[in-house]
C-alpha cells in the first residue's frame, strides 16, 4: 500500500494542506520516538521499545500512514518477544519510509 497524501487527508474529511499541517505535529512527534528508540535499543529495554513502538503505530494509523503502522506493529510484536536483533535489522526501514513520505509531503 503507498501513502496518497489526497486520499489520506479526504478519509479524515481535511483539506491536503490541513492534513499537511497536521503531519507536521505527526512528524515532530516522531522523530521524538525515534530519539527514545535510538536510546532504548543500545540498552536492551524491550519495555521502553515496545511501548515507543506502540505510540508510533498508532499515530501512523491515526494518519492513514499504513506501511509505517505496519512496520511499527512488526517491531511492537519484536520488542515483545526479545527479538533486539530483527529490531536492529529492521528499524532502520522504518526510519526511511518515515523520511521518505516525509519529504513526499514536503515537510
Do not use: W
Request: glycine share 6%; with cysteine; net charge negative.
Amino acid at each position: 500500500m503507498s501513502f496518497v497524501l489526497a486520499e489520506a487527508a479526504a478519509s479524515l474529511m481535511l483539506t491536503p494542506e490541513e492534513f499537511r499541517e497536521a503531519l507536521e505535529i505527526f512528524f515532530e512527534e516522531a522523530e521524538n520516538t525515534l530519539a527514545g528508540i535510538d536510546e532504548a535499543l543500545p540498552k536492551g529495554d524491550v519495555k521502553a521499545l515496545k511501548a515507543l513502538f506502540h505510540d508510533l503505530k498508532g499515530s501512523a494509523f491515526n494518519f492513514r500512514l499504513d506501511d509505517v503502522g505496519e512496520m511499527a506493529k512488526s517491531l511492537e510484536a519484536c520488542a515483545l518477544s526479545g527479538a533486539l536483533e530483527q529490531i536492529r535489522r529492521e528499524f532502520p526501514n522504518l526510519r526511511g519510509e518515515l523520511a521518505r513520505i516525509k519529504e513526499m509531503v514536503g515537510l
